[in-house]
């Protein structure tokens, strides 16, 4: 099955700082990219990975010390208590969209082709981008569209949709772009259709909340001088890895304790993120959005 070119990899995996017999997790399985260069790096170690999608658990790695399980990442801490493994060496996460996902059309990610408005990453899940459209009121797609898609204009957004799903149920991704094609920017057709799937997107599939329970988890599994590597895709989820990273929090806030000592549970291995190289970007287009941010656990 074709799945996307692993993105930031040899800076991913040195970022972890593999030791043979170390124990890790790839909570974004995939194509499963990361997970082979990880199991190529470790002897006698551990690799467990995570992922919902049920497409990508048909690239499952035979090898000895592999271990794919079908779960969202948030249930990562409950896994682990549940098989008596107490604490990792490492995390990895590659977070958003992979390429497969885009080009199945019938997914609805993509805004490339016509197909359902479903965006689930876990198809087993009850919730769909269709059924945000046609359910939510004006005000929570509102919302949504200004939150999760950044979009100036999402009120005037969110009453053409509103109003159209009185009408008619909202089916498919050429249905929705229709509805909402006088309302993109001269020129920016593409970076306008791509915000509003962005922000059903992060809806149905609550990508934010999701991400902030696997920061605080990452926290309470990873040992002391444990690495934790995360590779985003937009500036929402960026600013969560960095704040909680820098801060402790995800607000951005400067706490101290008692002792105006910093309250934050890592040390940032870099001030600024990683990007692609030019090359990288130039081999592979949809890395160029990547921001990659390395941490130790204190």
């Not at 017999?21 to 467990?48: N, P």
């Not at 996460?93 to 082709?113: I, K, N």
């Not at 006088?182 to 593409?190: I, L, M, V």
Request: glycine share 8%; net charge neutral.
């Amino acid at each position: 099955m074709a799945y996307h070119k692993p993105v930031l990899l040899d800076e991913s995996i040195e970022g972890l700082n593999l030791r043979e017999d170390g124990v890790y997790v790839d909570v974004t399985f995939g194509g499963g990219g990361h997970s082979q260069e990880i199991l190529r790096r470790i002897k006698t170690g551990k690799l467990i990975a995570f992922d919902k999608d049920s497409d990508a658990i048909e690239n499952k790695i035979n090898n000895k010390n592999f271990q794919l399980v079908g779960l969202d990442f948030r249930n990562i801490e409950k896994w682990f208590f549940d098989t008596g493994i107490k604490s990792c060496d490492g995390i990895l996460a590659d977070l958003g969209v992979s390429s497969h996902q885009f080009d199945v059309p019938e997914r609805g990610f993509s805004t490339r082709f016509d197909g359902d408005l479903d965006m689930r990453m876990d198809t087993q899940s009850n919730l769909t981008a269709g059924i945000v459209l046609n359910t939510y009121t004006e005000k929570d797609l509102s919302r949504i569209l200004y939150e999760y898609g950044e979009l100036r204009n999402a009120n005037g957004i969110a009453k053409l949709i509103n109003r159209k799903s009185k009408i008619e149920t909202i089916n498919t991704t050429a249905q929705l772009k229709s509805i909402i094609r006088h309302c993109t920017p001269r020129n920016k057709e593409n970076q306008f259709f791509a915000k509003v799937f962005q922000a059903l997107r992060i809806e149905v599939n609550s990508e934010l909340d999701a991400l902030k329970e696997l920061l605080v988890q990452s926290a309470n599994l990873l040992v002391k001088g444990g690495r934790l590597v995360v590779i985003s895709y937009h500036s929402l989820e960026d600013r969560l890895v960095k704040n909680f990273i820098d801060k402790g929090n995800f607000q951005g806030l400067s706490e101290t304790d008692l002792y105006g000592n910093p309250n934050r549970l890592f040390q940032p291995l870099s001030r600024k993120p990683i990007t692609p190289t030019d090359q990288e970007i130039a081999n592979n287009n949809r890395s160029r959005s990547a921001k990659l941010r390395i941490a130790e656990r204190l």
